[in-house]
């Protein structure tokens, strides 16, 4: 069912920030490490223009006294445009350094909405949709503060006569979103899906889950909440640390045609089976994705995607949707892809590099199966307390004494 909005549909997300210290002459020498200096407050206004293909963007900062001292930008000129602001303002073609005055102001810019992975579109704006990455129209910033400084932040949208909006965060009818961030300058990131939209929520393993597409482009929300509802409590007991909030969102079908994860959110095509004819699924090998990226930390790319498409397989395999015959099947034909085409530990990973990281996972797991252990425990320690490598896989392997050299040598290459 659609969601209806107002003229002008708005909703605030409030970012709260404990920034990190500086090193260098900003931090104040006078004041103890920690002390909180003062409080800077920024506020997101995104205004989404079907006509132009783009959202004009304004930050306005305030701040008691000059805390926030600069926001250097990683803006490429052919995704932002028409920057200006109070202050100093220095564009160039890559990036753009801000240095707002010292009790605030406002920085205005446009970002290119749509985006092409290929030649075909992962974000698209239309008369009556976008879909589209915030982590694309808010830019990554490295900012420079006194030590201490607090930070606080909301974000409203706008959009043409009609317009409803979903995030990560919530629906547009829900007006404050806190959130927590340890990054410096924190933004708003995820898969956002605007405009003329169905929405089908739920509580799910005490997650909050929102599956939106726009009207009209045959995207099966219901059965997709029903997937999940099925297999993500399953997948949570492996990746404790899932997010609170989970937004899946579609497009049409002239999209990307696959998955694609971002923070407490993920894109799936219109046309993607929930189970595919080989036994795995798509739509859960990003759900690992997202259970992944909150880690916040860098990854090997073959263990991430070795781990997706082995859960994908197993998650459906205990929870009844395949049966042992065909998991086994499964694993049989991904071991004969990588026999054939010399799939290895290695990144990025190609589709033959992850099938031969998914044998690997299960071998692992059969061998702590018979100490009377598990691959579970093992990911879960490993997704929990540090970077998912694979130097640190064996390293919790070797402390069960079971072998994992194979994967501390991928690591190393």
């Not at 932002?80 to 564009?91: I, R």
């Not at 297999?231 to 989970?246: D, Q, S």
């Not at 994705?289 to 397989?313: I, R």
């Not at 099938?355 to 929990?384: F, K, M, N, P, W």
């Amino acid at each position: 069912m659609a969601s209806e909005g107002s003229a002008i549909s708005r909703y605030l997300l409030t970012l709260t920030a404990a920034l990190a210290l500086l090193v260098g002459p900003l931090a104040c020498a006078q004041e103890a490490p920690g002390r909180h200096t003062g409080v800077v407050r920024l506020s997101y206004v995104i205004s989404l223009e079907p006509d132009s293909g783009t959202a004009a963007v304004t930050l306005t900062l305030s701040q008691p006294r000059d805390l926030l001292k600069a926001l250097d930008f990683n803006a490429p000129a052919n995704r932002y445009s028409d920057f200006k602001g109070d202050g100093s303002l220095d564009v160039d073609t890559e990036r753009v350094v801000w240095e707002p005055p010292a009790r605030g102001g406002r920085l205005h810019y446009r970002a290119r909405v749509n985006s092409l992975r290929g030649n075909v579109f992962e974000a698209k704006i239309t008369p009556h949709w976008a879909l589209f990455r915030l982590d694309d129209v808010f830019p990554p910033a490295v900012a420079r503060a006194l030590a201490g400084t607090r930070t606080e932040a909301t974000l409203r949208f706008s959009g043409p006569r009609g317009w409803s909006f979903e995030t990560p965060y919530g629906p547009s009818n829900v007006d404050v979103h806190p959130i927590t961030s340890d990054r410096l300058f924190p933004r708003p990131t995820g898969w956002a899906l605007a405009g003329e939209i169905g929405v089908r929520r739920d509580s799910i393993a005490g997650r909050r889950v929102a599956v939106a597409a726009p009207v009209g482009e045959g995207f099966r929300r219901q059965d997709t909440l029903a997937f999940l509802r099925w297999t993500l409590p399953a997948l949570i007991e492996v990746f404790p640390g899932f997010p609170e909030r989970l937004l899946v969102v579609s497009g049409s079908p002239d999209m990307w045609r696959g998955g694609l994860s971002g923070p407490s959110s993920l894109y799936l095509h219109t046309d993607r089976p929930l189970i595919s004819g080989n036994g795995t699924s798509a739509l859960i090998h990003e759900l690992v994705h997202v259970a992944v990226a909150s880690t916040k930390s860098e990854s090997d790319d073959w263990l991430v995607e070795g781990l997706a498409e082995y859960y994908s397989l197993e998650i459906l395999r205990r929870t009844g949707g395949i049966s042992q015959q065909r998991f086994d099947d499964a694993l049989g034909m991904l071991s004969d892809w990588s026999a054939r085409d010399g799939g290895r530990l290695t990144s990025p990973s190609t589709g033959s590099d992850t099938a031969y990281a998914t044998i690997q996972l299960h071998a692992v797991a059969a061998r702590l199966a018979a100490r009377g252990d598990s691959l579970d425990t093992v990911v879960a320690e490993l997704v929990t307390t540090g970077p998912v490598t694979g130097k640190r896989l064996a390293a919790i392997l070797k402390a069960r004494d079971v072998p994992g050299d194979v994967f501390a040598a991928a690591s190393e290459r």
